[in-house]
């Protein structure tokens, strides 16, 4: 059986086909600019055939589902046929308090990912889009709904209730739901795998660093806490989004710039983060590295910032857990920055870690960054989003 997995966004598709059993990734590829242009881009992996781009006016995502469907079963240059493809995953932005694991879409999960769409007003209603398109063109095929929130769904209250008038949670459910949880748990997952101890018996804090950045603490298999919060926006300093910061500050530069909360908002998820630390120089840490190396004082206090904000998470996570066997790195930062890495691990011998130099700068899906005797293991590992997303899909249909 062969599994599409979609992530659908407002503008946006990206899929991949992976085969449900071996876990193969077959093809994979993206519809950019929908409804704008279109581009539209197809590799089979499977055959190493390369990218293929081509600009096909993409009016609608129907027409972009149709189009990866027409890509992947193609005699020539697809991977599979119609019939095989056994179900499609669907990534699910925010699933609220209602769901905790992955399920199967029917007309009543639809009404219920709807109700929490106010929680992600930018994804929920584009994931949708995506679901509704596959259930036009491939009626008969099972279609999965897998949460970036669903992971996250074990935290003790205490964790995830903001000191804020009950009636909020009441009648809102404003509460801290974390995201990137489909990360969090395949790393989470893969270090007990890899560390040779069972999921259950592992304290494992997980720092997801990419363009969007989370960190999550896994005890014995559930996680305990999170740094995202209601939003992606709460928690550590991110490409563009600014993380944690003093509520007041929204009402502060509101007054002084003249300017709605949402416009501050704005600026907090889009004009923030390293990018407004660094002077504008860049959201991506390779810019940032570059810069820092070449003297730039903006560069580095936007890396030194962001270092100094996950080795804090670190250390609360480590509390919070009453200690920690291993710390992951994952995600575009966690997993090809050995830069970022070691300026992270450097606050934490006080809590028993000791890195090799050499292991840091090793790359791979799973690289050892601590030396064997250090009381905490540190890894980097690779996510993959996709096959975890393949995995639920398939054991909630085979
Ligand atoms: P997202 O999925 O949130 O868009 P990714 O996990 O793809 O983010 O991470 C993207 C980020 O990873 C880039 O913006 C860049 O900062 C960082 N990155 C990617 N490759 C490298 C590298 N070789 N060195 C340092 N940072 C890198």
Not at 35 to 45: A, C, K, L, P, R
Not at 96 to 124: K, Q, W, Y
Not at 172 to 186: A, E, M, N, Q
């Amino acid at each position: 059986m062969k599994i599409l997995v979609i992530n659908c966004g407002s503008s946006s598709l990206k899929y991949q086909v992976i085969d449900a059993v071996t876990e193969e990734l077959l093809a994979k590829g993206l519809c950019e600019r929908i409804g704008i242009d279109g581009s539209f881009t197809y590799e089979n992996v499977k055959a190493g055939l390369g990218k293929e781009k081509c600009d096909v006016d993409i009016p609608d995502h129907n027409k972009g589902i149709s189009l990866v469907i027409e890509a992947v079963t193609d005699p020539v240059k697809g991977v599979t046929t119609l019939e095989e493809i056994g179900a499609v995953g669907h990534r699910i932005v925010h699933g609220g308090e209602a769901f905790t694991s992955s399920v199967l879409i029917n007309d009543e999960v639809i009404a219920a990912i709807e109700s929490v769409s106010d929680l992600a007003p930018l994804h929920n209603p584009a994931n949708l889009i995506g679901v509704r398109a596959c259930q036009d063109l491939m009626p008969g095929t099972p279609q999965v709904a897998v949460f970036d929130t669903a992971f996250h769904q074990t935290m003790p209250s205490k964790a995830y209730m903001y000191a804020l008038p009950l009636e909020y949670y009441n009648k809102y459910k404003v509460r801290r739901y974390g995201f990137h949880g489909t990360s969090h748990s395949f790393v989470s997952k893969k270090v007990a795998e890899v560390v040779g101890k069972p999921y259950e018996e592992i304290k494992t804090i997980v720092c997801h660093l990419g363009n969007g950045a989370s960190i999550s603490a896994v005890k014995n298999g559930k996680c305990v806490d999170t740094s995202m919060g209601l939003t992606p926006l709460e928690g550590l300093i991110m490409g563009t989004r600014s993380g944690d910061l003093d509520p007041a500050i929204v009402e502060f530069i509101a007054g002084k710039e003249n300017m709605t909360a949402a416009q501050v908002v704005s600026v907090l998820n889009k004009k923030s983060g390293v990018q407004a630390l660094s002077n504008n120089l860049s959201s991506d840490f390779r810019d940032l590295e570059a810069g820092y190396k070449a003297g730039n004082e903006y560069a580095k206090l936007a890396v030194d910032a962001f270092c100094y904000r996950v080795a804090k998470y670190v250390g609360a996570y480590a509390a919070a857990m009453n200690g920690v066997d291993v710390i992951a790195f994952t995600a575009g930062i966690g997993e090809n920055s050995p830069f970022v890495r070691e300026k992270i691990l450097a606050y934490l011998g006080y809590l028993g870690v000791d890195y090799c130099e050499e292991r840091n700068k090793q790359r791979g899906d799973v690289v050892k960054i601590s030396k064997d005797d250090s009381k905490v293991a540190v890894y980097a590992i690779a996510t993959n989003e996709e096959l975890a997303i393949a995995r639920e899909t398939y054991a909630l249909v085979k």
